[in-house]
């Protein structure tokens, strides 16, 4: 069975950065794909970043929002992985999901990622920028 979750969320001021961690267990292979969704409320969920492993290398998407802001890093213990926020706006603002098992889709070489691409979802980590 597999397993997402989530933390590292926080309140955080405009401008500042914050890390996330995604730890996926229960994965069958080692080639697999890992997003990073945000949902603000009142507002659908939005892809923001995405990554795919084939055997040592990785292909990696994000979204033009984020692009230059936020950036991925492989986490110490396999199978988990960060998303290293830095100057952080108040339309960052909201709960942030990792997903499992997906495909990366893109336009333009920026990530356009929907919330049916991927099979396992955690259960999110709220993150609020304030200013």
């Known amino acids: 069975q597999v397993q997402v979750a989530e933390s590292g969320g926080d309140l955080v001021q405009t401008g500042g950065s914050l890390r996330l961690s995604c730890t996926v267990s229960g994965l069958t292979s080692d080639d697999y794909t890992m997003g990073w969704f945000r949902q603000a409320p009142g507002k659908e969920r939005e892809g923001l970043a995405c990554?795919?492993?084939?055997?040592?290398?990785?292909?990696?998407y994000y979204a033009e929002s984020v692009a230059g802001r936020f950036k991925f890093s492989r986490g110490n213990v396999k199978n988990t992985l960060g998303l290293q926020m830095t100057d952080l706006k108040a339309d960052d603002t909201g709960m942030y999901y990792c997903?499992?098992?997906?495909?990366?889709?893109?336009?333009?070489?920026?990530?356009?990622?929907?919330?049916?691409?991927?099979?396992?979802w955690g259960q999110g980590t709220q993150v609020t920028v304030s200013s």
């Open positions: 990554i795919t492993w084939s055997g040592n290398r990785a292909s990696v």
């Open positions: 997903a499992a098992e997906g495909a990366c889709s893109y336009i333009n070489g920026y990530y356009s990622g929907r919330h049916a691409d991927f099979r396992y």
